[in-house]
T-cell receptor
Framework: NAGVTQTPKFQVLKTGQSMTLQCAQD?????MYWYRQDPGMGLRLIYY???????DKGEVPNGYNVSRLNKREFSLRLESAAPSQTSVYFC??????????????FGPGTRLTVL | TQLLEQSPQFLSIQEGENLTVYCNSS?????LQWYRQEPGEGPVLLVT?????EVKKLKRLTFQFGDARKDSSLHITAAQPGDTGLYLC??????????????FGQGTILTVHP
């Protein structure tokens, strides 16, 4: 099992460009998450999907959109990138039933720089 | 919005020393998780504590959940260079409709020198 995979690993964009970060999991998990990690700020939740067909905003959703394509895949789109979106982006998944304390399994991250 | 304050932010110690990392909040969490992250990788779960006052041990690492479920600590005994990494605490309000959403602390960067 590959666990959680993310593509690309690195990306450099110019201000105003768009891109989609891809995430896939092979653990048959219900819930998937997108986080960003900035120095001194831990991980902040951007969007999450509790189950296939549903998505909800997290702590910092502005400037991002998501799509839960199927149970395996959850993509994050930047429509018009800004320098403030320079960060490391992590996708995670969990079994994710309400009231659970499931482990979240993280991908290796995408390092995004917006010039 | 639930917040988790983690301290210290940086910790640089010699091999063999003991250390404690703290995670504090004014909010109650249904569970508290500790993750470790190495450079270039995603966080990996170390432990989950669920009951107020709970203590869990993982080799030289001891995790405690406060009685009121608002704080937690990670204590490492006789630190080794292999313990070097970023340690993150994360609280879950899984009792509501959050479906296991986590609130992360800012992280503690631990460096253990040989």
């Amino acid at each position: 099992n590959a666990g959680v995979t993310q593509t690309p690993k690195f990306q450099v964009l110019k201000t105003g460009q768009s891109m989609t970060l891809q995430c896939a999991q092979d653990m048959n998990h219900n819930s998937m998450y997108w986080y960003r990690q900035d120095p001194g700020m831990g991980l902040r939740l951007i969007y999450y999907s509790a189950s296939e067909g549903t998505t909800d905003k997290g702590e910092v959703p502005n400037g991002y959109n998501v799509s839960r394509l199927n149970k395996r895949e959850f993509s994050l789109r930047l429509e018009s990138a800004a320098p403030s979106q320079t960060s490391v982006y992590f996708c995670a998944s969990s079994g994710g039933t309400s009231g659970s304390t499931d482990t979240q399994y993280f991908g290796p991250g995408t390092r995004l720089t917006v010039l | 919005t639930q917040l988790l304050e983690q301290s210290p932010q940086f910790l640089s110690i010699q091999e063999g020393e003991n250390l404690t990392v703290y995670c504090n909040s004014s909010s109650v969490f249904s569970s508290l998780q500790w993750y470790r992250q190495e450079p270039g990788e995603g966080p990996v779960l170390l432990v989950t504590v669920v009951t107020g006052g709970e203590v869990k041990k993982l080799k030289r690492l001891t995790f405690q959940f406060g009685d009121a479920r608002k704080d937690s600590s990670l204590h490492i005994t006789a630190a080794q260079p292999g313990d070097t990494g970023l340690y993150l605490c994360a609280g879950s309000d899984a009792g509501g409709t959050s479906y296991g959403k986590l609130t992360f602390g800012q992280g503690t960067i631990l460096t253990v020198h040989p």
